[in-house]
């Protein structure tokens, strides 16, 4: 199946280049000199515990929230951390009429952060919305921001036992250390790995109540890295 499908992929006409991660992008703004025009940070959501920080991996930190959960469990879903990001790109014309599977995973450029870092870490994690804006106004404070405060994701729960048991358990997230490698990658190779990333990211996430999908998401992942 993967050799047909390479073989689909070359046989298919391309009227234009594809595009790269802007997750890559927007860090290879940065290290051209581009400086942020707007920073922003979201929780993401996790039930792994965390322990440290992780700062400076371009225009993308993740500060720990220490989060705890109304029932006590350090292993609840939870915004364990919070996700800063310098937006060095202009915003998005809008959404691409015609997708593509050469490129596409279904998620924005937080997601994409996000997914990397839950590859990295080994754990179960989900951006939320943005909760705060900073630059747009010159409020050297930030502003609170509610625009997607009905987005809030979701963990299916089972009676089952867990179906990879490692999830649960503490991370370190000075781990992330690998992302630093990220905008050193060919765009090629960094469209790769922000869709296999996506498909681990998606695969955890619903290990324990669609394990069947999970495998499916988790051989994806590894097909589409190889390809």
């Not at 994690?125 to 009905?150: I, K, Q, T, Y």
Request: charged share 20%; no cysteine; proline share 8%.
């Amino acid at each position: 199946m993967s050799d047909r499908s390479a073989d689909d992929r070359e046989s298919r006409p391309r009227t234009e280049a594809i595009p790269e991660p802007r997750s890559w992008r927007n860090w290879q703004a940065v290290r051209t000199g581009t400086l942020p025009s707007q920073i922003v940070e979201m929780r993401l959501y996790s039930d792994a515990w965390f322990v440290a920080e992780a700062y400076g991996f371009g225009p993308y930190s993740f500060l720990n929230a220490v989060a705890s959960t109304r029932r006590g469990s350090m292993y609840d879903l939870k915004p364990g951390v919070v996700l800063r990001v310098g937006l060095a790109l202009p915003p998005e014309a809008g959404v691409p009429l015609v997708t593509s599977d050469d490129h596409y995973h279904g998620g924005n450029l937080f997601d994409e952060v996000t997914a990397l870092a839950s590859l990295l870490l080994e754990a179960r994690l989900v951006a939320g919305p943005v909760d705060r804006e900073f630059g747009e106004n010159g409020d050297p404070l930030g502003r609170p921001r509610a625009h997607d405060a009905s987005y809030v994701p979701l963990l299916p729960t089972t009676n089952q036992a867990p179906q990879i048991p490692r999830l649960a358990g503490q991370r370190d997230l000075r781990n992330l250390a690998g992302l630093a490698t990220f905008p050193l990658l060919s765009p090629t190779a960094a469209t790769a790995l922000i869709k296999a990333a996506r498909l681990y990211q998606n695969a955890l996430w619903i290990a324990d109540s669609a394990p069947e999908t999970a495998w499916l998401l988790l051989v994806s992942a590894v097909e589409t890295a190889a390809n």
